[in-house]
């Protein structure tokens, strides 16, 4: 079973890939349209275009930069260089370690500090400035993010020792669970406690898209909750209190102007929220 699915990951198809993106996206498209938990009175349609916009830019750097990544894996492997190459672990541990490892040095890490270096944060933003957050926002990431996510990546991969077949499953995981955790979805409580033992739910990630701090300076979580809970930025409050949206990019140009949004990270910083100011949910 587990050489199965090494073997898969190992030679998937671009095509493979791609079916899991847009099967995912239409999944919980439809999902959203059955149960939704905020208003779908908004225009769907346009708000769809923007964000698979997006979706499509960070597509073309991945596809750019994708040699990159794999020659990185590569020089590891060759090297024994990396955590999982200085280590003799059975296939399983191998497996689940590595995806751990990925997660947060590929992905929770990266995201904090997006957060926390402004020029980061002035592209990253514009994945936060969606007013209407659902299974697409998931890959409204500024071209320029994309680059910087990719780079983590790839830094990643090289001290997580990861082969190229653990990276594809870690990404495959990633596109699929990042579109679950951004989804419009009424989750019962009793499945979120559940499910939020181990993976970032959407009730859990709804939060970290909350228009003011504290709350989007929580929850960065990707596949796994643990990180959250460890680095003490974990939060659970009602996601019915929650306003989608950046305080301090809350115009429509701001939000729904695909130029404007492109040109936010070489504009003057507009400073957020203070945490004296924040509100209580």
């Not at 739910?201 to 929580?218: A, E, G, L």
């Not at 701001?254 to 936010?264: E, F």
Request: aromatic share 16%.
């Amino acid at each position: 079973m587990l050489e199965n699915i090494i073997d898969y990951f190992a030679n998937i198809p671009s095509s493979h890939r791609t079916a899991i993106l847009v099967g995912g996206l239409t999944l919980f498209s439809l999902i959203e349209s059955a149960k939704p938990l905020m208003s779908l009175s908004y225009n769907r349609i346009k708000h769809a275009y923007i964000n698979i916009f997006f979706t499509v830019t960070t597509i073309v750097v991945n596809f750019l930069l994708a040699f990159v990544l794999v020659k990185s894996s590569d020089w590891a492997i060759e090297n024994s260089f990396g955590i999982l190459q200085w280590t003799h672990l059975p296939t399983i541990i191998f497996l689940l370690a590595g995806l751990l490892l990925l997660d947060f040095l590929g992905a929770w890490l990266p995201h904090w500090v997006q957060h926390h270096v402004v020029w980061m944060w002035k592209f990253h933003v514009i994945h936060h400035t969606d007013q209407h957050v659902d299974t697409t926002t998931a890959n409204r990431h500024h071209p320029g993010e994309s680059i910087i996510r990719f780079i983590f990546a790839i830094l990643a991969t090289i001290i997580v020792g990861a082969p190229m077949w653990l990276v594809f499953l870690y990404q495959s995981l990633s596109v699929v669970l990042s579109q679950f955790n951004h989804a419009n979805v009424t989750i019962p409580s009793w499945l979120n406690k559940t499910l939020v033992l181990v993976f970032c739910t959407p009730n859990m990630h709804r939060i970290h898209h909350h228009y003011k701090m504290p709350y989007s300076d929580m929850n960065y979580g990707n596949i796994f909750s643990f990180w959250d809970r460890l680095f003490s930025t974990y939060s659970s409050v009602d996601n019915k209190k929650l306003i989608y949206g950046v305080d301090t990019y809350y115009e429509a140009n701001d939000y729904d102007n695909i130029w404007q949004m492109l040109k936010i990270p070489f504009q003057p910083y507009r400073k957020s929220i203070t945490y004296d100011e924040k509100e209580e949910l």
